[in-house]
Structures are given as C-alpha cells and as structure tokens.
C-alpha cells in the first residue's frame, strides 16, 4: 500500500511543479536559442527545490505538499473540464463551479491522505 501511495504522489503533485515549470520555460522563452535546454533546466531546479522541501520535517513539509497537492489538483481539473486540452501546453486558468471545487477540495484532501499514509509508514 505505501508503494502505491508513494506512486501516486510521485506522478501528481510532485512531477506537476517541474513540469508546470518546463511548459512555462518553453512557452516565455520560445525564441530563444536553446529553449529546450532552459525548460529542462528549469524543471531540473524546481524538483530540486521540491526535494529539499519534502526531506524537511514538520510544518514546513506539510505546506509544501499541501501546495503541490492544490497545484496538482487544480491542473488537473483545468485539463479534464477543458474541452480539447493540450496537456503539453499551459493550461488557461479559470474559476471552477462549486461542482468543481467539491472535486478539487476532495482531490486535495486524497493526496494529503496519502502523504499521510506513505509518511507514516517511513517515520516508524
């Protein structure tokens, strides 16, 4: 079960921020020479960044992963209600219904739930 959380967190809101990062990189700096590289390389510091704040403990730990877990969340609702969705793109942000934000709110509280079981797991 703790393999399978740690999956699933790692697919979503961890690889959500160095992804968001590429696709913006690529899309700011799409004239640019070597736009590729400066994606690549701005994903590369952003999971950086990312691992360092997950490897804390406490509070700030739990901040971070409720941030990647409302980024995520929110992302993937943008991309599943947008009709003709481009998920290599940036997605165009817009309100959510209140249907949408149940979804979003419960979407939220599952990851938390499952960093809480795959943090429980590793710290006994």
Request: aromatic share 8%.
């Amino acid at each position: 079960m703790r393999a399978l959380a740690l999956t699933l967190l790692l697919l979503g809101p961890v690889l959500s921020g160095p992804a968001a990062a590429a696709l913006l990189a690529r899309q700011l700096l799409s004239e640019a020479h070597l736009s590729e590289v400066y994606a690549v390389s701005a994903a590369a510091v952003v999971l950086v960044v990312e691992v360092l704040l997950l490897r804390r403990r406490g509070l700030l730990r739990q901040v971070a992963v409720l941030a990647l877990s409302s980024f995520w969340a929110m992302w993937a609702w943008q991309g599943l209600t947008e009709p003709h969705f481009q998920w290599s793109q940036l997605p165009h942000w817009r309100s959510p219904d209140r249907g949408g934000e149940m979804v979003i709110i419960i979407a939220i509280i599952a990851y938390l739930m499952l960093y809480e079981l795959a943090d429980s797991k590793t710290s006994t």
